[in-house]
């Protein structure tokens, strides 16, 4: 399913037209993310290719973010352009934060003049226990940090308030398990 991300109304970007992710989710517990940004790529700064190691920090500069409901709690994945990663867990709002364990993960970005794009595939098996099995409540984001050093927070929905990736009223994409083929 594809679906729009929106910039927070305080932090537009105009050199971003649209950013698009698409997102699935398999029966093998495999969460396959593709972010598209239509815009002027020479605006924006992405990080350069590097290992693809757990980073914390991701935030902080041009990075694509998937959040999973987990009852009360949340699991969050953050993917950099660099193809670093994060995965935490929460117990609840902004509280009990640890890193989650993931299985494999393949990171994978192209830029171009126009239409950057990110692509994230990740093993969810290790959290499968506690993510609800039937459908998952998600949040998609990401964070745009431009040349001129501003930073745009884009989500499928924003609360009142500053930009805040983690609040529940963003959790507004229901993700159902796809068929096996």
């Not at 987990?70 to 994945?77: C, K, P, R, S």
């Not at 950057?116 to 990401?142: K, Y």
């Not at 001129?148 to 994409?173: C, E, K, M, T």
Request: hydrophobic share 40%; with cysteine.
């Amino acid at each position: 399913m594809r679906r729009a991300l929106l910039p927070h109304p305080t932090t537009p970007c105009p050199q971003v037209r649209a950013l698009t992710v698409e997102v699935v989710r398999n029966w093998r517990e495999i969460l396959s993310l593709r972010f598209v940004i239509d815009g002027d790529a020479s605006a924006i700064v992405f990080a350069p290719k590097a290992a693809s190691l757990r980073t914390d920090e991701l935030w902080k500069h041009t990075c694509f973010e998937a959040f999973i409901a987990d009852g009360e709690g949340y699991h969050e994945f953050n993917f950099a352009p660099s193809t670093q990663w994060a995965a935490y867990s929460f117990d609840g709002y902004r509280a009990g934060m640890r890193n989650a364990e993931i299985g494999t993960h393949l990171i994978h970005f192209r830029s171009d003049e126009r239409r950057p794009v990110l692509t994230a595939e990740i093993d969810l098996t290790p959290l499968s226990t506690l993510i609800a099995r039937d459908v998952w409540r998600m949040n998609l984001t990401a964070v745009i940090e431009t040349t001129d050093g501003a930073r745009s927070y884009f989500a499928l929905a924003h609360p009142p308030g500053r930009p805040d990736f983690h609040h529940a009223a963003g959790f507004v994409l229901d993700l159902p398990l796809t068929e096996q083929t």
